[in-house]
């Protein structure tokens, strides 16, 4: 199914009746290990995904399916305490609907986070990566349809979409926390099957250094109505067939918590700064 402005803008309605006057800035999207992040924002108003017209609800384990709106290291925040992934049976249009609709409320920062395998040999399990560019060849883009004017142009650029002016604040931020950050490219697959080990040499070949389920459809969407983004990969794993034993959710699950104290403090770091 295809949204409509309008159906945008009836969700962003909503939004404001119960936000009174407040205008979040930055949209924080957090993936595994860092929803807990939402429970710090300060004088905060929660707002279930299931209250908000056209929203859908998010099924994954561990996702709260809700909106933390308020303050955090002094920016006024929106963070989705639990996303939408394409594996759970949504459209990439579906995963990135509440991106469009925080730009309606005035946002024009996102800050999103997830957890990947490691397709990188260089890297180890635990290390933070930031993000400067994507590969996806599966499945229809999130703005495939009908182009929605309001929100940007049919055949949008995306040769910066991770913003450099961002990527350098969490250098810096990095530097400044004595915080390891690898860099790279992060690829799309739809799950919820890990990848083969041949999927994963060949993401390597085309130049991955991690391969996750998530954040492409976000920052697609995010790109093309003009947000600054930043993105960030917990490498929770190495990557199928680079070690020789089977993956399994508990293995990342068990990683995201582990490194949610020097994750969180990288974000709450760059949040701040930038
Ligand atoms: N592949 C895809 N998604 C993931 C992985 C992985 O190895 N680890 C955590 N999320």
């Given at each position: 199914m295809s949204y409509t402005y309008s159906d945008y803008q009836e969700s962003a309605d909503y939004l404001r009746g119960v936000l009174g006057g407040f205008s979040p800035e930055v949209l924080l999207i957090l993936?595994?290990?860092?929803?807990?992040?939402?429970?710090?924002?300060?004088?905060p108003v929660f707002v279930d995904?299931?209250?908000?017209?056209h929203f859908k609800p998010s099924t994954a384990p561990?996702?709260?399916?809700r909106f933390v709106f308020g303050r955090l290291c002094g920016k006024r925040v929106a963070v989705m305490q639990g996303r939408m992934h394409c594996?759970?049976?949504?459209?990439m249009e579906d995963a990135a609907y509440g991106v469009r609709v925080l730009r309606l409320l005035g946002a024009d920062k996102l800050v999103v986070t997830n957890a990947a395998g490691a397709v990188?040999?260089?890297?180890?399990?635990?290390d933070l990566m930031l993000i400067t560019d994507h590969v996806k060849l599966f499945?229809?883009?999130?703005?495939?349809?009908?182009?929605?004017p309001e929100f940007g142009v049919r055949f949008p650029d995306v040769s910066t979409l991770y913003t450099p002016r961002l990527q350098q604040v969490a250098r810096e931020t990095a530097q400044s926390l004595g915080l390891t950050l690898r860099e790279g490219v992060y690829m799309y697959f739809p799950g919820p099957q890990f990848e083969t080990p041949a999927e994963v040499r060949a993401a390597r070949i085309l130049g991955a250094d991690a391969v996750g389920m998530s954040t492409v459809p976000e920052a697609i969407v995010a790109g093309h109505c003009g947000y600054e983004i930043l993105g960030v990969t917990l490498c929770a794993n190495m990557a199928a067939?680079?070690?020789p034993r089977p993956l399994s959710g508990e293995e990342v699950n068990e990683m995201a918590a582990a490194s949610a104290p020097h994750f969180s403090a990288l974000i709450l770091g760059c949040l701040e700064a930038m």
């Open positions: 993936g595994s290990g860092l929803g807990f992040l939402g429970e710090t924002v300060e004088d995904y299931g209250a908000i017209p561990d996702h709260k399916g594996y759970e049976g949504y459209s990188n040999t260089d890297f180890s399990a635990g499945d229809f883009g999130p703005l495939r349809g009908e182009n929605l067939g680079v070690l």
